[in-house]
Nanobody, 125 residues
């Protein structure tokens, strides 16, 4: 059974940067597409970024395009989300999720079977 653990969240000032990590165990991560999703208080869950199993396909929500970069190191069973130029609107709990799909990067949360517990990102001065 694949298990995911996020890390790297924290408090950062507007304009700052954070790098989130999603580390998998229990199964070979390169069999899975990984998505990052976030949920702020009182708001619906929002897809942020997605990457296919071998990293050849990446996608970004319009709200983060040009500021966030997703990447993966399957040798380390880890997917990263580099977040630059952070804004207060980026404040949320960030979850990574895995979908068994080596050749694509599904966009919908319902397509992801495995979820991490999440890491809090707070952007505030």
């Amino acid at each position: 059974q694949l298990q995911l653990v996020e890390s790297g969240g924290g408090l950062v000032q507007p304009g700052g940067s954070l790098r989130l990590s999603c580390t998998g165990s229990g199964s070979t991560l390169d069999y899975y597409a990984i998505g990052w999703f976030r949920q702020a208080p009182g708001k619906e869950r929002e897809g942020v970024s997605w990457i296919s199993g071998r990293g050849g396909i990446t996608n970004y929500a319009d709200s983060v395009k040009g500021r966030f970069t997703i990447s993966r190191d399957n040798a380390k069973s880890t997917v990263y989300l580099q977040m630059n130029e952070l804004k207060p609107d980026d404040t949320a709990i960030y979850h990574c999720a895995a979908a068994y799909s080596r050749g694509s990067a599904p966009l919908l949360p319902s397509q992801y079977a495995y979820w991490g517990q999440g890491t809090q990102v707070t952007v505030s001065s």
